[in-house]
């Protein structure tokens, strides 16, 4: 009885769905990233062709009918490779961005709980995480590390590890003082059921809306790395890898480069909307006016 | 003034330091072996053992980790394994290209963002309003290589308003000017969303005060309302924004520098990274780290310039 009480009702997020979808705005961002995720998903049956294919014959013909947006260097065409480079965007994305709410989240909610100098020390390595450029600190750690898809993912996580610790870490300083909590201690839960059972659920429609913000921030990290060379290595097409190709040959074949730029627009677009969106629903001032 | 800048010097010490093991810890954490990593799966045993003991590799990492802080503080931060230069040398080198684009990036920034965030306080859910709000977040959503090369096809390839290579002639400060426009725009643009967004909600906040309605009352002009008791009481959001946004600044410009093809640390990061130059990449994160406590010095200064109860 007690956990129903100190949780959110389940009904909220009900609400929230439907305040978030009636905000033409946020309806938008919706939009844009359903059609990423519907032609990342439905890729093998969107894509004309072989996304490897070459063709050396037609190599850089522009967008027409034969292929709609175009070929690259190798002949290869542009619309199956962004369309399976989608999978790679948004896989790397979700994935690193979820592993950092899990572990920040994770860090962040026992430093909080724990306190004292514990928390002092973690936060004080937190706060030297987060005075690196994360650009930087995930170009450094591929670089380290070797390019491949876990690697990368592994280094956009560590870049967002940081401020997913300092936001989950703020809430449970209130909590942890509040009477419910106390209310458990004196029932004998552990700490561990305190943490996942009473504390979680009230920190966690906050790491949602950062993390949506956050996975905006990684499909551009990845996007850079693949771009300068230390994404997810070729032939796989990555977005940033295309524009990278596409940027090698933007003296004569400047629509290389337009196409993997507006995918990438697109989805951050959608992702910063939606995150936007989620911030104004999920704010109590903002609801209040 | 002197006393809060000497403390907050002290303050960034142990920072830095902490900084400095991290830098050291993520080089030799990482698994793999750096003198296989620089010469190759095919290198002999003998060649390896010297490379090794030519980057101190073989010795106990305690004493590898004392000698590298001892040198850092010193000012010593090695010799590039690749150039055999002083990686200070190299660096110094190429940063005063980063701070000048940095500098005129943060500038574009903040003369665009400013007023266009004040404006949009001004006409609160307005259509001027709703279009900075649009445009902010479209700002935001620009990888900046992404914008750098749209800016690049439309102004240097289809009109020829400016050069497509941004490498300026030495001594021909027209010329850098000249070549510092895009890279600086591409920069600019993406800071000037950050800050319209915190300028608009920091003015909303700072309009609703009650010293404003009194201004109002007495019948202070319109104008001395909003940039005198608005923006002046509005500026520490904004000013702690534009700090924090120099890192992702500074990062960003090893993007610039790469699509307009300038010189800068961007260029001598990516020439590490592709030939596991690991002094060199050690001492740039160093610089890097060094650099953005540089800057939130100069911000937590700054506050006391806007706002002189900080001083207290």
């Given at each position: ?106 860090i962040g909610m026992v430093s909080g709980y724990i306190g ?174 | ?129 709703v279009l900075t709000r649009l445009l902010s977040l479209l ?115 090893v993007l610039t520098e790469i699509v307009f093809n300038r ?50």
């Open positions: 009885m007690t956990d129903v009480a100190l949780s959110e009702p389940r009904s909220s997020w009900r609400v929230m769905a439907g305040r978030l979808l009636s905000d033409p705005v946020t309806l938008a961002g919706v939009i844009l990233c359903a059609i990423v995720l519907a032609g990342a998903l439905l890729a093998p049956w969107l894509a004309p062709r072989d996304p490897l294919e070459q063709n050396i014959i037609d190599r850089l013909a522009g967008p027409g009918s034969e292929y709609l947006l175009g070929t690259d260097q190798f002949g290869r065409d542009v619309l199956s490779r962004l369309l399976w480079g989608a999978r790679i965007s948004l896989l790397v994305s979700f994935l690193s961005i979820a592993s950092a709410v899990v572990v920040g989240g994770a004292g100098r514990f928390d002092l020390v973690t936060m004080q390595v937190m706060d030297v995480l987060l005075s690196f450029p994360s650009l930087i600190l995930g170009m450094i750690m591929v670089a380290l590390l070797g390019s491949s898809v876990t690697n990368l993912i592994i280094a956009i996580s560590l870049t967002a590890i940081a401020p997913f610790a300092r936001i989950a870490r703020a809430p449970v300083l209130v909590i942890k003082e509040r009477a419910f909590i106390e209310a458990g201690r004196a029932l004998g839960f552990s700490h561990l059921r305190i943490l996942l059972v009473h504390v979680l659920p009230n920190i966690v429609t906050d790491l949602l809306v950062m993390g949506t913000l956050w996975m905006a921030t990684a499909v551009r990290t990845e996007a850079s790395l693949s771009f300068i060379g230390l994404g997810v290595k070729p032939p796989t097409p990555t977005w940033g890898g295309m524009m990278r190709d596409g940027f090698e040959n933007i003296l004569d074949s400047a629509w290389l480069c337009i196409w993997p730029g507006l995918a990438i627009l697109v989805l951050v677009l959608g992702l910063n909307l939606v995150g936007d969106g989620l911030c104004d629903v999920t704010d109590p001032k903002a609801n209040a006016q | 003034m002197i006393a809060f800048i000497i403390r907050r010097l002290l303050a960034s010490i142990p920072t830095l330091l902490a900084v400095l093991t991290l830098v050291f810890l993520l080089v030799r954490v990482v698994p793999g072996d750096p003198a296989i990593a620089i010469l190759g799966d095919r290198a002999t045993p003998e060649t390896l053992a010297a490379l090794r003991a030519e980057l101190g590799l073989d010795r106990w990492i305690g004493a590898q980790y004392f000698d590298f802080l001892g040198h850092a503080i010193l000012g010593d931060l090695g010799t590039s394994m690749v150039t055999h230069r002083p990686v200070w040398t190299e660096i110094a080198e190429a940063l005063p290209h980063t701070i000048v684009l940095t500098l005129a990036a943060m500038a574009i920034g903040c003369l665009i963002g400013i007023p266009a965030g004040v404006w949009a306080a001004l006409n609160r859910n307005g259509p001027v309003d700002g935001l959503s620009f990888p900046v290589f992404v914008s750098g090369i749209f800016l690049l096809i439309v102004f240097a390839l289809q009109l020829h308003l400016f050069p497509v290579i941004g490498n300026p002639r030495p001594g021909d400060w027209i010329d850098g000017l000249h070549k510092l426009v895009l890279p600086a725009v591409t920069l600019g643009v993406v800071m000037a969303a950050y800050v319209v967004r915190v300028t608009r909600s920091s003015m909303l906040q700072v309009l609703g005060e009650d010293y404003i309605r009194t201004a109002r009352a007495k019948g202070v002009p319109r104008r001395a309302i909003i940039w005198r008791h608005g923006l002046s009481n509005a500026l520490i959001p904004v000013v702690t924004v534009v700090g924090l946004y120099v890192g992702i600044l500074i990062g960003n410009s010189p800068g640390l961007g260029k001598v990061i990516v020439s590490a990274l592709t030939k596991r130059d690991y002094t060199m990449l050690q001492g740039m994160m160093v610089i890097y780290c060094f650099l953005i406590v540089v800057v939130n010095l100069i911000t937590d200064i700054s506050y006391g310039f806007i706002d002189p109860r900080v001083k207290q």
